[in-house]
């Protein structure tokens, strides 16, 4: 069975916010990003809570870097704060750590997708 491409267009932009997280973990130099570029070029869907929440739960072991540098970091957190301030229904849930969740590891992803046609 054929897809059209009505179809595939549809999920193209279903997939858009786990394209842009893809994106946004699979680019070099992450640590050399400021945060302007990552909202702005990289992944405009994503909000700073899920942004956040990728950025503290990923660990390059290939190379033995995090993913945005510690400035990045700390700005992210800022304004997470500023917006959970001015709005006392924001998602802070979201952030909090759970023993359960393991970092992300890219040669897991890599792995894993080597295993699939893409």
């Known amino acids: 069975m054929e897809a059209g491409s009505d179809w595939v267009g549809e999920c193209w932009e279903e997939l858009k916010c ?22 702005k070029d990289i992944c405009p869907v994503l ?15 290939k190379y033995n870097t995090k993913t945005a540098s510690s400035e990045v970091l700390g700005r992210m957190k800022q304004l997470m704060e500023e917006q959970s301030s001015s709005n006392p229904y924001s998602h802070n849930f979201l952030l909090e750590s759970s023993s359960c969740f ?9 792995a894993q997708m ?3 046609n893409m």
């Open 47 to 61: 909000s700073i809570q899920q942004l956040y929440r990728i950025s503290t739960m990923f660990w390059d072991n």
């Open 18 to 39: 786990i394209r842009q997280a893809v994106g946004f973990l699979v680019i070099g130099n992450k640590p050399r990003k400021s945060l302007e570029y990552i909202t």
């Open 102 to 110: 393991k970092p992300l590891v890219v040669n897991n992803i890599l």
């Open 114 to 116: 080597d295993g699939r």
